[in-house]
């Protein structure tokens, strides 16, 4: 197996005033799981440490003879750089070194290519590899000199690459239409749930915590769920029902990672909008990652990004059983368990249902009765607690969740009135 992948060379390179050793060690290891996802096999790994990262070159023009050495000393098909390289610096690289070279960022959106299923999920990723390869073209209408198959050559394929500046930039114009329609087609979906009064709970966290695997175990959603870094790209959706009763949408998201490529955070936007539309976040944390406190930084800078931060989360600390080492704690509410434990999963439903209904606001409204689908809409937003009609209008007390209310219908809320907000 290991003959039919191509053979890897992976450098780092460290400043003073960056990452620490440890830092960049758990950066490169992490960047050796991303090449073995993407079906290469490390033959060797070279690190550097500079007072500044070279600008022409990154790292220094010593190392990089070392590297082209080590190159043709180990066969190695690929040079993969954990850092972003700039155009320049891929440019002066890929004419020194006698095999492909490719980035940390490049490495991300070929595993993307190899995971995109849907066609949404495979429209994200071509977005996001020509804007990427845009400024890295050296010359109109050059071919590109990694073509030739294997990894950094998956996704909008060879013919595409090949073309000039110009029918890139139409292709880049063409994928965001397409996308568009896309996204206003699933917009369509959300108000639909909107006005069904569906609760959204969207797992978020670090690609491979365990994710996918909860969802299945919480709703027999039966999606893939594989020990590799972004088993799981295209968004599942499944009812789960809660010990009040209630049932909940619970949606599978993409798995965030340190350094996300942007390209990746703006194409993928439409799909990460169901995290920015969920009434709960379910922050999946792998609690036996040595790196797990660095990881969850990540996830809430990525949260953060795309306006998310604000959206109440329940972090939930997987993996307890394999965990050892230090006390990890989250800001807000936190459980710890073990996925496939039946009363863990007992505990985080009673976790989720509380936490969704931790801040109640208490109301009442005075509607016409002559506008039946406000008070129905209120009915079903709300747990209405009593209710009489006074004349020509129906009072209604009522309490919900503060997330809810504050997504109530605006004509709603027009009417209510002795609005309190509880603790619960």
């Given at each position: 197996m290991d003959e039919q992948r191509e053979r890897a060379i992976l450098v780092g390179c460290g400043t003073k005033s960056g990452m620490s050793a440890e830092q960049l060690h758990a950066s490169l290891e992490e960047l050796a799981r991303l090449a073995d996802t993407a079906q290469a096999q490390e033959v060797d790994r070279i690190i550097q440490w500079r007072e500044r990262l070279d600008p022409a070159w990154l790292i220094g023009r010593g190392k990089v003879e070392e590297l082209i050495r080590t190159v043709e000393e180990k066969e190695a098909d690929v040079v993969i750089f954990d850092q972003e390289l700039s155009p320049s610096q891929l440019a002066h690289l890929e004419q020194r070194i006698p095999c492909k070279v490719l980035d940390r960022t490049q490495l991300i959106l070929d595993i993307f290519a190899m995971r995109a299923k849907s066609k949404e999920g495979v429209l994200q990723v071509e977005l996001a590899q020509l804007e990427y390869l845009l400024p890295r073209l050296t010359g109109k209408g050059k071919e590109l000199s990694r073509l030739g198959g294997g990894i950094g050559t998956r996704g909008p394929g060879e013919k595409k690459l090949e073309t000039d500046r110009r029918h890139i930039r139409r292709r880049i114009r063409d994928l965001k239409a397409e996308l568009e329609r896309v996204r206003q087609h699933r917009q369509l979906h959300q108000v639909r749930r909107r006005k069904m009064e569906v609760v959204q709970v969207a797992l978020v966290g670090y690609t491979n915590a365990g994710k996918s695997t909860l969802l299945n175990q919480l709703t027999g959603?039966?999606?893939?769920?594989?020990?590799?870094?972004?088993?799981?790209?295209?968004?599942?959706?499944?009812?789960?029902?809660?010990?009040?009763?209630?049932?909940?949408?619970?949606?599978?998201?993409?798995?965030?990672?340190?350094?996300?490529?942007?390209?990746?955070?703006?194409?993928?936007?439409?799909?990460?909008?169901?995290?920015?539309?969920?009434?709960?976040?379910?922050?999946?944390?792998?609690?036996?990652?040595?790196?797990?406190?660095?990881?969850?930084?990540?996830?809430?800078?990525?949260?953060?990004?795309?306006?998310?931060?604000?959206?109440?989360?329940?972090?939930?600390?997987?993996?307890?059983?394999?965990?050892?080492?230090?006390?990890?704690?989250?800001?807000?509410?936190?459980?710890?368990?073990?996925a496939f434990r039946q009363a863990d999963l007992e505990r985080l439903k009673q976790s989720i249902d509380q936490t969704l209904h931790r801040v109640q606001v208490r109301g009442?409204?005075?509607?016409?009765?002559?506008?039946?689908?406000?008070?129905?809409?209120?009915?079903?937003?709300?747990?209405?607690?009593?209710?009489?009609?006074?004349?020509?209008?129906?009072?209604?007390?009522?309490?919900?969740?503060?997330?809810?209310?504050?997504?109530?219908?605006?004509?709603?809320?027009?009417?209510?009135?002795?609005?309190?907000?509880?603790?619960?």
């Open positions: 959603a039966g999606v893939t769920a594989e020990d590799q870094l972004f088993a799981t790209l295209d968004p599942t959706s499944r009812f789960c029902e809660l010990p009040s009763g209630e049932r909940v949408l619970l949606t599978d998201t993409v798995g965030f990672i340190r350094q996300l490529p942007h390209h990746l955070v703006a194409a993928f936007r439409s799909t990460l909008e169901q995290v920015q539309e969920a009434d709960l976040l379910l922050h999946v944390v792998d609690k036996s990652h040595p790196e797990a406190p660095q990881q969850m930084r990540a996830v809430e800078e990525v949260l953060t990004q795309l306006d998310a931060s604000h959206i109440p989360t329940l972090t939930v600390f997987n993996k307890d059983d394999q965990a050892e080492g230090e006390l990890l704690t989250a800001t807000g509410e936190s459980i710890a368990i073990t009442s409204a005075e509607i016409p009765v002559s506008r039946g689908e406000l008070i129905s809409h209120l009915y079903q937003a709300a747990h209405v607690t009593h209710s009489e009609v006074n004349g020509l209008t129906m009072k209604v007390d009522f309490h919900l969740s503060r997330r809810r209310y504050e997504r109530m219908s605006p004509e709603v809320k027009a009417f209510v009135s002795d609005v309190m907000q509880l603790e619960t």
